[in-house]
């Protein structure tokens, strides 16, 4: 049985998809984009922003030579904007898929009289991409956001038929869609996803009706593909990684729930990859959590809540330290003569000092690891405090207070700009600390 066709245990639909809460907001809203600055930081800097024609909500304004808004030739790249521009003057907007950004535009598949869902397909959708998604403006639609690289879904489609005979919608792979920002609440902190070879299978068998290539299976009876999970295990772990994707209990695993399989992988990733780093793992965490609810076992899912995006950056730092402390870490597999490469020589510092040094808080610790893993191996990077406070999960005056308490480490300095916080990485010196 492959990851593509097996069923998803325990996606219980919720009583009331559309909460009161959220329909009051689309009422409220319903020609505005809600909270902008709580999109997804992917859509917040997509450049293919457009104002909505006041006289037609429907239909997409682009700019002319001169700068202004007309409805001609909105869609070349070229005469579109970014959000803050677009906005303005009246908060009404939209974006234009293209380019790898695809958007699913489930059609009413929401009861306008009980906010009920009425297609079970689109739960699944929703589990399977865990992506952000979007109520649309009339309360019983829904807009679900992903990047791809498969040039096939860079084209629109008529998605197939529901349970109830009627076709669900669109998949807009070049077109206009309007934009509520009106997030559905359990997707509201999921980044835009890129899709995986798997997911993209999905989309075309299930919603799109497309035979596209044959599918690689995820379990044979030979092998098991880690790939769509992003894993590349040393030869002498690989079985280990493979036990652990066929849902065999490891020695000494007690806690057989998402969190204790999540736990067991993250450690083997940073223990046993060969070149596992901060963000792969926390893509990987997030990716396991879609495979852990379509693939496990019923009794392990069973109560099992949608873990929101700080919970999966706590694991991984969790993980990573777990693995220093028992000398386990392994960043290459090179040999003699081997380079590391700056971003290397960053993690590692952090992992021997910043990580080990008991006066500092574990949240301090993690805005820490949140500059390293966002420069890559840069020297510096700028964060602004609203974006690292997105990133921990906390409050800009949390955030000032966290680079207050760092101050006392100079092999991380920080520059005030009108930019935003210029972090300065010397993590490859001795830290007066």
Same mark, same amino acid.
């Given at each position: 049985?492959?990851?593509?066709?097996?069923?998803?245990?325990?996606?219980?639909?919720?009583?009331?998809?559309?909460?009161?809460?959220?329909?009051?907001?689309?009422?409220?809203?319903?020609?505005?984009?809600?909270?902008?600055?709580?999109?997804?930081?992917?859509?917040?800097?997509?450049?293919?922003?457009?104002?909505?024609?006041?006289?037609?909500?429907?239909?997409?304004?682009?700019?002319?030579? !001169?700068?202004?808004?007309?409805?001609?030739?909105?869609?070349?790249?070229?005469?579109?904007?970014?959000?803050? !521009? %677009?906005?303005?003057?009246? /908060?009404?907007?939209?974006?234009?898929?293209?380019? /790898? #950004?695809?958007?699913?535009?489930?059609?009413?598949?929401?009861?306008?009289?009980?906010?009920?869902? #009425?297609?079970? #397909?689109?739960?699944?959708?929703?589990?399977?991409?865990?992506?952000?998604?979007? =109520?649309? $403006?009339?309360?019983?639609?829904?807009?679900?956001?992903?990047?791809?690289?498969?040039?096939? #879904?860079?084209?629109? @489609?008529?998605? $197939?038929?529901? +349970?109830?005979?009627?076709?669900?919608?669109?998949?807009?792979?070049?077109?206009?869609? %309007?934009?509520?920002?009106?997030?559905?609440?359990?997707?509201?902190?999921?980044?835009?996803?890129?899709? +995986?070879?798997?997911?993209?299978?999905?989309?075309?068998?299930?919603?799109?009706?497309?035979?596209?290539?044959?599918?690689?299976?995820?379990?044979?009876?030979? &092998?098991? &593909?880690?790939?769509?999970?992003?894993?590349?295990?040393?030869? +002498?772990?690989?079985?280990?990684?493979?036990?652990?994707?066929?849902w065999n209990r490891p020695f000494g695993m007690r806690d057989t729930s998402h969190s204790g399989w999540n736990r067991y992988l993250l450690r083997a990733y940073f223990m046993g990859d060969t070149n596992? +780093?901060?963000?792969?793992?926390?893509?990987?965490?997030?990716?396991?959590?879609?495979?852990?609810?379509?693939?496990?076992?019923?009794? =392990?899912?069973?109560?099992?809540?949608?873990?929101?995006?700080?919970?999966?950056?706590?694991?991984?730092?969790?993980?990573?330290?777990? %693995?220093?402390?028992?000398?386990?870490?392994?960043?290459?597999?090179?040999?003699?003569?081997?380079?590391?490469?700056? =971003?290397?020589?960053?993690?590692?510092?952090?992992?021997?000092?910043?990580?080990?040094?008991?006066?500092?808080?574990?949240?301090?610790?993690?805005?820490?690891?949140?500059?390293?893993?966002?420069?890559? /191996?840069?020297?510096?990077?700028?964060?602004?405090?609203?974006?690292m406070a997105r990133l921990l999960g906390c409050n800009e005056r949390t955030v000032k207070r966290l680079k207050v308490e760092l101050q006392s480490h100079s092999c991380l300095r920080y520059d005030r700009?009108?930019? /935003?916080?210029? @972090?300065?990485?010397?993590?490859?010196?001795?830290?007066?600390?």
């Amino acid at each position: 049985m492959s990851f593509s066709e097996s069923a998803l245990h325990a996606l219980t639909q919720p009583p009331c998809f559309l909460a009161p809460r959220e329909l009051i907001f689309l009422s409220t809203h319903r020609e505005n984009v809600f909270a902008p600055n709580l999109l997804p930081e992917f859509l917040r800097q997509w450049p293919g922003w457009l104002r909505k024609d006041p006289d037609n909500p429907k239909k997409p304004l682009g700019r002319n030579a !001169e700068g202004k808004w007309e409805p001609r030739r909105w869609n070349r790249p070229e005469n579109q904007a970014r959000y803050g !521009e %677009a906005l303005r003057p009246d /908060g009404r907007a939209g974006i234009h898929a293209r380019d /790898g #950004l695809g958007i699913l535009d489930f059609d009413f598949v929401i009861s306008s009289a009980t906010g009920e869902l #009425l297609e079970p #397909l689109v739960m699944e959708t929703l589990a399977r991409l865990n992506s952000f998604a979007s =109520y649309s $403006s009339s309360g019983t639609g829904l807009h679900v956001f992903v990047r791809t690289r498969n040039a096939e #879904l860079m084209r629109n @489609y008529k998605l $197939s038929a529901g +349970s109830r005979g009627t076709g669900l919608g669109e998949w807009l792979g070049d077109s206009f869609v %309007a934009l509520t920002g009106v997030a559905i609440p359990e997707y509201s902190d999921r980044p835009v996803v890129e899709l +995986s070879a798997v997911q993209e299978q999905f989309i075309l068998k299930n919603l799109l009706n497309i035979q596209s290539k044959p599918e690689k299976s995820v379990i044979s009876s030979d &092998d098991f &593909d880690l790939d769509f999970l992003g894993v590349n295990p040393k030869p +002498s772990n690989r079985s280990y990684f493979t036990s652990l994707m066929r849902w065999n209990r490891p020695f000494g695993m007690r806690d057989t729930s998402h969190s204790g399989w999540n736990r067991y992988l993250l450690r083997a990733y940073f223990m046993g990859d060969t070149n596992p +780093s901060f963000p792969e793992a926390l893509a990987l965490s997030i990716r396991f959590e879609n495979y852990f609810i379509a693939t496990a076992p019923a009794e =392990y899912v069973r109560d099992h809540h949608r873990k929101a995006s700080q919970w999966h950056k706590q694991e991984v730092l969790k993980a990573a330290e777990y %693995a220093r402390e028992r000398g386990r870490l392994i960043f290459t597999d090179g040999g003699p003569g081997y380079l590391a490469t700056p =971003y290397e020589q960053q993690a590692t510092h952090f992992l021997n000092h910043l990580m080990m040094d008991k006066s500092l808080s574990p949240s301090a610790v993690r805005l820490a690891g949140m500059v390293v893993a966002q420069a890559g /191996g840069r020297s510096q990077v700028v964060i602004t405090n609203p974006q690292m406070a997105r990133l921990l999960g906390c409050n800009e005056r949390t955030v000032k207070r966290l680079k207050v308490e760092l101050q006392s480490h100079s092999c991380l300095r920080y520059d005030r700009s009108q930019l /935003g916080t210029t @972090y300065k990485l010397r993590l490859d010196n001795p830290c007066d600390s």
